[in-house]
Antibody, heavy 119, light 108 residues
Framework: EVQLVESGGGLVQPGGSLRLSCAAS????????MTWVRQAPGKGLEWVAN????????YYVDSVKGRFTISRDNAKNSLYLQMNSLRVEDTALYYC????????????WGQGTLVTVSS | DIQMTQSPSSLSASVGDRVTITCRAS??????LNWYQQKPGKAPNLLIY???SLHSGVPSTFSGSGSGTDFTLTITSLQPEDFATYYC??????????FGPGTKVDIK
């Protein structure tokens, strides 16, 4: 059974940093693109970033470029999101998701970890 | 960047109704269009991929159609468990995925 479990969320002040993790199991992690999606409270879904199987290609939504870094450790079956220079508008539930093999739709999702940026 | 719009933003319907949700892209995305269902407090679930392919385990009451810029999600007979918010998503632009703003389906 595919499982994605996010962790690392919490309350942080504007300008601060946080590192999210996503532990994957039930599939061969190293063979899939992985993605982060966020959802601000009461709002819609926003794709944040994704990363290729071997980690050599990353893409980001414009609003996080230069502040967030996606990475992965295939030996640990883990996905990460390093978030720096956090802003109030980064407050959201952050989901990790597995993209379909050789395609881009998001087949499996975790339950999310909440990031709150507030002073 | 490719912008996605959905209409309506919300609708009220009864069990057994036929429901249609429209999604429009700001430029052609051929059939790189997916649909997700999200229930309150839960992660989204994939319903339809490539505009019209039904994801494994999704009831056949759901169907998708369209290509280019205009797409439709249809629920042929609304069930109690179908009351949720539905999002379209383009994956045509490999470096920049975008979701539509969502359509909330609630009980009339």
């Amino acid at each position: 059974e595919v499982q994605l479990v996010e962790s690392g969320g919490g309350l942080v002040q504007p300008g601060g940093s946080l590192r999210l993790s996503c532990a994957a199991s039930g599939f061969t992690f190293s063979t899939y693109w992985m993605t982060w999606v966020r959802q601000a409270p009461g709002k819609g879904l926003e794709w944040v970033a994704n990363i290729k199987q071997d980690g050599d290609i990353e893409y980001y939504v414009d609003s996080v470029k230069g502040r967030f870094t996606i990475s992965r450790d295939n030996a640990k079956n883990s996905l990460y999101l390093q978030m720096n220079s956090l802003r109030v508008e980064d407050t959201a539930l952050y989901y990790c998701a597995r993209e379909a093999y050789s395609s881009s739709w998001f087949e499996y999702w975790g339950q999310g970890t909440l990031v709150t940026v507030s002073s | 960047d490719i912008q996605m719009t959905q209409s309506p933003s919300s609708l009220s319907a009864s069990v057994g109704d036929r429901v249609t949700i429209t999604c429009r892209a700001s430029q052609s995305i051929t059939t790189y269009l997916n649909w997700y269902q999200q229930k309150p407090g839960k992660a989204p679930n994939l319903l339809i991929y490539d505009a019209s392919s039904l994801h494994s385990g999704v009831p056949s009451t759901f169907s998708g159609s369209g290509s280019g810029t205009d797409f439709t999600l249809t629920i042929t007979s609304l069930q109690p468990e179908d009351f949720a918010t539905y999002y379209c998503q383009q994956t045509y632009h490999a470096m920049y995925f975008t979701f539509g703003p969502g359509t909330k389906v609630d009980i009339k």
